[in-house]
């Protein structure tokens, strides 16, 4: 009983701040969304169409990083402080080659990305405008690429020695910032320009920037010498991390485009629905930053048992966190249930859109044991090196079911989007089965940074 109530601890103190610090992001994200709201339902969708395409970027990047901070984790596990910092090097490479890219794609082709969600019709939204707030929130997003990047590779990189603390309050205090720029920018207050789509940008690219530097300053401080002497990165490290890491970013990068692209089908069947969904997004996103840092807190904590060759206790500690995450998200769908009828007033749009923003709610809430279950499973997997299988589990799996089901049944059928919508949810036990069967044989458990990953 004390070894099961210390991995709770143990989970609870890595999760909590996670949590937090993503949690008041999203509480941003959410703030905006309400904000930008209140000018209209063109401009809550273009924002929210938007935001949708830098969810892909964003998930890139975190795909980039999760992949190196597999051996992250397990050299510090094996208190190997040169290994852990090889691996921050090559998360810089990682993370610039994505950053350029990601640059190339929205400068060359945001306007046919940003179109594809309006070929849905609807008698209260102009696709048109939507089209101008959307690319106009773009183009002033472009610049806070570079900061959330770096802010990524230095916040991952000390969640993986354990010190999940610092990266919080560099949230906590870049969301400060966010809110307060949004108000004065969004509104025009206090004699500055009143700004809309185009302020609420510039207040997330300056929060963003904020909370670059504050990370970034604490980590250096931490690491107590000069971690840029050298961008150098043994080959036969390299050699071994990015096979490993690119089923990982792969996997993050089309499980990202995958949720795009069901958006896009849910938006065939009108405007409304894209934002009733943005309206339910908000929200949810606020409350899943739960189980995805328990998620990530598996990970973390596996991974060091992995590191330290404690297997048995690895095998063990991954069921029991498992169910942990599942009655925590439990809790999260009861919330969620309760104030589904009261959140979409606070939007300024059409009762359809609001009725429709309640009901993608509930159904996401009903779900949240899913999810919360799928997440562990998934960094459980990860944390063993599993890099090809977990990309099969996770984004192949969205490509091969529920991106096609979404796809047929909203183009060549008339059934109800809120039954698609469930559908489509619902097909995620499937990945729960599989997962949990994958756990149970343990083909996950396996040490990475043994003489194979020599670095010297």
């Not at 010498?225 to 792969?250: D, N, Q, V, W």
């Not at 995805?292 to 069921?319: C, Y």
């Not at 009901?359 to 990860?382: D, E, K, S």
Request: aromatic share 10%; glycine share 10%.
């Amino acid at each position: 009983m004390q070894e099961k109530q210390s991995i709770y601890r143990k989970a609870t103190l890595l999760a909590v701040p996670m949590m937090i610090q993503n949690g008041i992001t999203n509480m941003v994200g959410l703030v905006d969304n309400v904000m930008v709201g209140k000018l209209g339902t063109e401009a809550m969708t273009g924002v929210s169409i938007g935001g949708q395409l830098m969810f892909v970027f964003n998930l890139a990047v975190f795909g980039g990083m999760s992949g190196p901070g597999i051996y992250g984790a397990q050299f510090f596990g094996k208190q190997d402080m040169e290994g852990v910092r090889n691996v921050f090097r090559l998360k810089h490479w990682i993370g610039g080659v994505i950053l350029l890219l990601a640059m190339a794609v929205f400068l060359c082709f945001g306007e046919p990305l940003v179109g594809f969600y309006l070929r849905g019709e609807s008698e209260d939204i102009d696709p048109v405008l939507t089209m101008q707030y959307a690319l106009r929130y773009l183009r002033v997003m472009l610049p806070g690429l570079l900061p959330f990047t770096l802010t990524q590779i230095y916040a991952s990189s000390l969640r993986e020695v354990g010190d999940s603390f610092k990266p919080m309050v560099a949230g906590v205090i870049s969301v400060g910032a966010d809110i307060l720029l949004n108000y004065l920018l969004i509104y025009g207050k206090f004699g500055l320009p009143a700004l809309g789509v185009t302020g609420a940008a510039a207040a997330t690219v300056t929060a963003r920037c904020i909370e670059c530097l504050v990370v970034m300053i604490w980590a250096m401080h931490r690491s107590r010498e000069h971690i840029y002497r050298t961008m150098k990165i043994p080959l036969r490290l390299a050699g071994i991390i990015l096979p490993k890491s690119l089923p990982i970013f792969c996997n993050e990068f089309l499980w990202a485009g995958g949720i795009a692209a069901m958006t896009q089908s849910y938006s065939v069947r009108g405007l409304d629905i894209v934002a009733g969904l943005n309206i339910s997004n908000a929200l949810c996103n606020l409350l899943n930053v739960v189980f995805v840092a328990l998620g990530t807190a598996v990970g973390i904590l596996t991974g060091q048992l992995l590191g330290a060759g404690q297997f048995e206790k690895a095998r063990r500690d991954s069921f029991r966190l498992m169910l942990f995450t599942g009655g925590v998200s439990v809790l999260l769908t009861v919330i969620l249930i309760a104030v589904s009828g009261i959140f979409p007033q606070f939007y300024v749009t059409s009762d359809t859109v609001r009725r429709y923003g309640t009901v993608f709610i509930i159904l996401t809430a009903c779900f949240f044991p899913v999810q919360g279950l799928m997440n562990a499973l998934y960094f459980t997997l990860r944390s063993g090196g599993k890099t090809v299988v977990t990309f099969l589990f996770d984004s192949v799996f969205t490509w091969v079911i529920p991106v096609p089901m979404a796809f047929l049944l909203c183009q060549y059928t008339d059934v109800p989007i809120m039954e698609v919508y469930a559908l489509i949810q619902a097909a995620d036990l499937i990945k729960v089965i599989i997962g949990a069967v994958l756990i149970q044989k343990g083909i996950w458990i396996s040490d990475l940074t043994g003489t194979q990953a020599e670095h010297g």
